[in-house]
């Protein structure tokens, strides 16, 4: 395949990246507990049904992760008093610090990491990265794909 090399250099490219930035490679947290604090910072309030639907895990794994971060401090978990079966799960202004230190992170990091790059080769490999990102936003999921 022509693309080969390339496709294998993007591939190690997110890889170290993944591995330097994301927290829960660093054992930071869970991934579970990542990334439903990450759709809680993108998406508000959930229900704990919600999360679990969302994130693709049983409601009881959700409600288990919902209470480990409700014990750190950062997520609040608040019964609906039309419906007490119902948990509303928030992210508390110490779990949006938390997301947002990981997200400013990775940022440091793509900065430092394209820091070498002249200024001219910057703008080139922004122009290439928006071109690769819209064909990755046009790509759909074939059937037999796994």
Do not use: F
């Not at 959700?62 to 007490?84: F, I, N, S, Y």
């Amino acid at each position: 395949m022509a693309n080969e090399p390339l496709v294998e250099e993007l591939i190690a490219v997110l890889r170290a990246l993944r591995q330097i930035t994301n927290p829960v490679r660093r054992g930071e947290i869970t991934a579970q507990q990542y990334w439903l604090l990450r759709l809680l910072h993108s998406d508000g309030p959930l229900r704990v049904s919600q999360l679990a639907a969302q994130l693709g895990i049983g409601q009881s794994a959700a409600t288990t992760a919902c209470q480990r971060l409700a014990r750190q401090g950062l997520v609040t978990r608040t019964r609906l008093p039309a419906d007490e079966r119902v948990v509303l799960v928030t992210l508390t202004d110490a779990g949006r610090r938390r997301v947002e230190a990981w997200l400013e992170t990775r940022r440091a990091v793509l900065a430092d990491v394209v820091g070498p790059l002249t200024p001219a080769e910057r703008q080139d490999l922004a122009a290439l990265l928006a071109k690769v990102r819209q064909s990755a936003e046009g790509v759909r999921r074939r059937p037999n794909q796994p």
